[in-house]
Every structure is written in structure tokens, then in C-alpha cells.
Nanobody, 127 residues
Framework: EVQLVESGGGLVQAGGSLRLSCATSGLTFDDYAIAWFRQAPGKEREEVSCISDFDGSTTYADSVKGRFTISSDSAKNTVYLQMNSLRPEDTAVYYC????????????????????WGQGTLVTVSS
């Protein structure tokens, strides 16, 4: 079965950095787009970043461009999200999801229709 496990969340001061990891199993890694979403209290789940080895693409939400970097390690079947210059508004539970072959497909589906989710990891950024 497809499994995704997030790790790396925690408490950090504004301006600090964290690196999140999404370890995958039960899938052909290079055939899936993998995205990071986040959900803050009272807000809808939103896409943060996506990576697809199928077409070599990456995407970023406008709110994180220049601060976050997504990358993948096919040997470890793992996707990373390096988060720098963190802000209090980045506080959320961060989830990874694998669905579709391209980031365009994944984004067009929308989070309500995506199937393969991890359990999430909490990121808290203090002022």
C-alpha cells in the first residue's frame, strides 16, 4: 500500500529554518507528483509546493517563493521542503500527498480529491 510519513516539524522562532521530510513507500516514486500542503486553524488546506520528476517541474505558492525550496532524493524515495525565513503565518500542520504524474494534474484535482496523504507534521513559528 502507498504510505507517506512526514517528519521535521517543530517550534522555531521567526526568521529561523526547518527542513521537512516526506518518506514514501508502496509507489513508483518517479511516476508521482508529490506536493506539500498546509492547514492552519480556521483555514482551508492550501498547496505550498509540488515536485514532479516525470516532467521535471516544481511549483511554489506565492507566499513562500524565495523562502522555501522543494527537492527530492529518488534513492531514498523522499521529498524535502527546506523552509527558511519562517514567519508566524507559516504556522500550520504540513502534509505531503502523492497523486497524479504532474504538478498540473495534482493542483487541478484540488486537495479534496487527492488520495494519498501522510499524517502531517506541526510547524509552529513564534514571534
Amino acid at each position: 500500500e502507498v504510505q507517506l510519513v512526514e517528519s521535521g516539524g517543530g517550534l522555531v522562532q521567526a526568521g529561523g529554518s526547518l527542513r521537512l521530510s516526506c518518506a514514501t513507500s508502496g509507489l513508483t516514486f518517479d511516476d508521482y507528483a508529490i506536493a506539500w500542503f498546509r492547514q492552519a486553524p480556521g483555514k482551508e488546506r492550501e498547496e505550498v509546493s509540488c515536485i514532479s520528476d516525470f516532467d521535471g517541474s516544481t511549483t511554489y505558492a506565492d507566499s513562500v517563493k524565495g523562502r522555501f525550496t522543494i527537492s527530492s532524493d529518488s534513492a531514498k524515495n523522499t521529498v524535502y521542503l527546506q523552509m527558511n525565513s519562517l514567519r508566524p503565518e507559516d504556522t500550520a500542520v504540513y502534509y505531503c500527498v502523492a497523486d497524479g504524474m504532474t504538478c498540473t494534474e495534482l493542483t487541478d484535482l484540488g486537495y479534496r480529491y487527492l488520495k494519498n496523504w501522510g499524517q502531517g507534521t506541526l510547524v509552529t513559528v513564534s514571534s
